[in-house]
């Protein structure tokens, strides 16, 4: 087991001496109303809360009597029992027995105590029978006196002994805000520290240097001490993340048997903590990939055998830390995703787009899976028929202010990679200039940040675009978004920031970038609510207020040119490489063939002989096949005999260079319909580029 940290202790106490207080209580509003739905339910949600945060801390003693007890209530619920007074004494002796519990772990480290008794009575309680709570009470009284009287050293516990309280969430809230308004305050003394600097030097006034100076030291000071104070507030909200990843585990193994499938998984544990916000949302994102990847990514036991791979397939979930985020990945080794399933299913439900999902990549197409409604599963099962989707994990990430993106590849499995802050406390961005104006862009959706000049500009309709990373982004100046101005080339080394969402990039044309920021979120003033490309606001180093974009909104209005324009370009501006295969015996004569091809720009493979060649050819597809006739194992002609049968070589071009030119043979390769024969005799360089290039024409 992970080691447990203090804090964490610390929490765990409170937070179940918190949970017996609200307990006893609804133990006491249901004995006198015991019809009380709404009260039964909530404490039977504090007595599971209490079973699976022992648990996860491996406090054994906690984890069993509050079983015990939600075992009784339970039955409460179905009818089974009625509640009585021996069931109100034993609730509250059990509850006396879970604080000594709390003390041992205060004092010892362990939970480790006596409890068989307690879960003997327990028990006979649910099941129904008579129990006499007189001689419970006085044998628990009796064991508890004569332990008292072995430990002397048997202290209670007194305010002093108090080592944590617990604080409600908006409180920490309150005071992360209250830092960024000093945070703010702070800026601005630097901006009235820069004016006294230009003072001075206008003035050279020694008294005022001597100001000057003490009064930036104060300020650099008060920096250091207002971010290492603020650091700490923000820990206030910090919670491990295996309290959402490690109960998957459970969770994977009891819907593996609901499936019939073989899973094991493979979760590492991580001493990671995040804001108790994000932890909030993000065991439901991971509850809903993990069932994702049980229902749809992992085959059943047979049709895994039958694809060669183990029955028993893997799901991994893996979580690194950096700077200010975490990467965390779900991935399963199972079929992986049908994109043409998908390509099918998105033109379906949207036969508009029909044209632009047809030249869609792998890439794009993945974006339809976080639709709502969007499923390739045709049946419906426990899992995939629960009225939610992969829309609801988007939506929630979208919240923390996170991004995902899915890899996979077909028969070999699928993952998806989440990108998400530390804390909510602060959003993390650049402040940019557009027309003067100072905008703040979050990191968030920003990839890259790159400089062009107007020639590296593609224009298409009217629109710019920039090749980055293979593939070729619209890029739109920000500044259009506010101003009524014409879309035309940027100016030189202008710079651009590559922003992505949902599998779509698209570049922002700005006039400047100013810095990076870490800075606390304000609402949005109530005049401007209604602006959907804004998200909230932040003030800067001289208090001014700037408004925050919001990059999904933005990508919406600049996509002006459907997708698959661009393919066309691409495809017409992108030289396609040709795959040819030499086959013949001579290794000399392959060598001298395979040099003037590849230096003409081709991909050549070679093959010692006929049966080489066909072998060779089924497992790759070539787009012209040069052969020799005289081969062993299998001749030239043969070779073309059993291309031609194959379908995917019936039209392929095929070029015979051969010593042997008889009249019968060339009518033989005629016959099969070879493209063009040429003799070693007469075999020159430019001939045979000559020949190739007539036949593989645009290619």
């Known amino acids: 087991m992970a080691k447990i940290t203090n804090d964490i202790t610390e929490s765990y106490i409170s937070e179940v001496k918190d949970l017996l207080e609200k307990i006893l209580k609804d133990t006491i509003t249901l004995k006198t109303n015991t019809n009380d739905t709404e009260t039964l339910n909530h404490l039977l949600r504090n007595l599971h809360t209490i079973k699976g945060n022992s648990r ?26 009625k509640i009585s007074d021996r069931l109100v004494k034993l609730v509250f002796a059990v509850a006396d027995k879970m604080q000594e519990c709390i003390s041992s772990i205060q004092k010892t480290g362990t939970d480790t105590q006596n409890i068989d ?17 007189d001689s419970f009470t006085s044998e628990i009284t009796s064991k508890s006196e004569k332990t008292l009287k ?29 830092f960024d308004t000093m945070i703010t305050r702070e800026f601005h003394l630097k901006a009235q520290l820069a004016e006294l600097k230009k003072l001075e030097e206008k003035t050279e006034n020694r008294e005022l240097s001597k100001i000057r100076k003490q009064f930036e030291n104060d300020i650099y000071a008060l920096e250091t001490s207002i971010f290492s104070v603020q650091e700490k507030a923000f820990d206030l909200r910090m919670l491990p993340m295996n309290l959402v990843i490690h109960p998957l585990e459970m969770t994977i193994a009891l819907e593996a048997i609901n499936l019939n499938k073989k899973i094991k998984c493979d979760i590492p544990k991580t001493d990671i903590a995040i804001d108790k916000v994000i932890l909030e949302e993000l065991g439901d994102i991971l509850m809903h990939l993990v069932r994702n990847a049980l229902d749809h990514g992992i085959e059943p036991p047979d049709e895994r055998i039958k694809a060669g791979k183990n029955e028993e397939g ?11 985020y975490i990467e965390l990945t779900v991935a399963d080794d199972g079929r992986g995703l049908n994109y043409e399933k998908i390509r099918e299913k998105a033109l379906n439900l949207y036969s508009d787009q029909a044209e632009e999902i047809k030249q869609m990549s792998e890439k794009e197409l993945s974006q339809f899976l976080f639709q709502s409604g969007f499923s390739t599963k045709e049946e419906v099962s426990a899992l995939s028929g629960r009225g939610v989707g992969l829309d609801v994990v988007w939506s929630k990430m979208e919240k923390i202010k996170g991004r995902i993106k899915i890899e996979s590849e077909q028969g070999k499995g699928t993952s998806f990679i989440l990108h998400f802050p530390l804390s909510l406390s602060t959003l993390q961005g650049l402040f940019v200039f557009s027309n003067k104006e100072k905008y703040l862009i979050p990191s968030q959706h920003i990839i890259d940040i790159i400089y062009r000049k107007k020639t590296d500009y593609t224009v298409l309709q009217n629109q710019n675009y920039i090749k980055f990373e293979n593939q070729l982004i619209p890029c739109f100046p920000l500044s259009s978004l506010f101003k009524d101005r014409k879309l035309g080339l940027a100016q030189d080394e202008e710079p651009i920031l590559i922003a992505e969402y949902m599998e779509q990039r698209i570049g922002i044309i700005v006039e400047q970038i100013e810095q990076y920021v870490s800075l606390v979120v304000k609402p949005m003033p109530k005049g401007l609510s209604g602006c959907s490309i804004l998200q909230g606001i932040v003030f800067d180093e001289h208090y001014d207020i700037v408004p925050i974009l919001y990059v999904p909104d933005i990508l919406q209005r600049f996509k002006s040119l459907r997708g698959y324009d661009i393919k066309k370009y691409e495809a017409a501006t992108q030289k396609k490489t040709i795959r040819i295969l030499v086959a013949d015996d001579s290794t000399t004569s392959r060598e001298i063939e395979k040099s003037i091809l590849e230096g003409a720009g081709y991909v050549v493979d070679d093959a010692f002989d006929g049966l080489d060649a066909l072998e060779k050819a089924k497992e790759k597809q070539y787009d012209l096949i040069l052969t020799d006739h005289e081969m062993p194992r299998m001749t030239g002609l043969v070779l073309l005999d059993n291309l031609r049968r194959l379908a995917q070589y019936k039209e392929t071009p095929v070029v015979v260079v051969s010593a042997d030119q008889s009249r019968a043979l060339i009518e033989d390769f005629q016959r099969l319909k070879a493209d063009a024969i040429i003799a070693k005799s007469d075999f020159k360089r430019g001939k045979l580029l000559h020949e190739i290039h007539e036949l593989l024409g645009d290619l």
């Open 314 to 324: 893997t799901i991994r979930i893996t979580c690194e830390r950096g700077a200010r």
């Open 56 to 81: 996860m801390l491996n406090y054994t003693s906690i984890e069993s009597l509050s079983h015990a007890v939600e075992d009784i209530y339970k039955n409460v619920k179905d009818s089974k029992i």
């Open 150 to 178: 072995d430990d002397e050293e048997e202290t209670f516990e007194s305010l002093g002994d108090i080592q944590s309280i617990r604080i409600k969430l908006s409180r920490v809230n309150e005071i992360i805000a209250a």
């Open 117 to 133: 008794i307690y879960l003997q009575y327990c028990d006979k309680l649910a099941a129904g029978e008579l129990i006499d709570i």
